[in-house]
């Protein structure tokens, strides 16, 4: 079993940056896959970035150029540096971690909004 804690939302004027966190425990010995995925009220949750054990990282198109994914698998930990953010960044932002035996966990969420 893996816990996962989010930290590092908040607002922030349009231009500014964020750097969200994401802490693991537990069994973390098994974690393959890490990203971050978002989410607006009404709409499903979409993909941000992630980054696989080898450091392969993929981003959404919205946000190429503007935000890195990183991760420390000594610590458990994995980052996203949110540069030059908009307001259509706006949402809720959740880490997810998949083991190697394709175990799925979520962290709980952290608002981050963004003001024009």
């Known amino acids: ?17 964020l750097r969200l966190s994401c802490q693991a425990s537990g069994s973390t010995f098994s974690i393959d ?8 009220p009404g709409k499903q ?11 392969m990282t993929r ?5 190429k ?3 890195t994914i990183t991760r420390d698998n000594a610590l458990n930990t994995m980052a996203l540096q949110m540069n030059s953010l908009k ?16 175990k799925t966990y979520w962290g709980q969420g952290t608002q981050v909004t963004v003001n024009s």
């Open 59 to 63: 981003y959404a198109d919205s946000v």
């Open 33 to 40: 896959v890490m990203s971050w995925y978002r989410q607006v």
């Open 65 to 67: 150029g503007r935000f």
């Open 1 to 17: 079993q893996v816990q996962l804690v989010e930290s590092g939302g908040g607002s922030v004027q349009a231009g500014g940056s």
């Open 45 to 55: 949750r979409d993909l941000v970035a992630l980054i696989n054990g080898g450091g």
């Open 87 to 102: 307001p259509e960044d706006t949402a809720i932002y959740y880490c997810r971690f998949v083991s190697r035996d394709l």
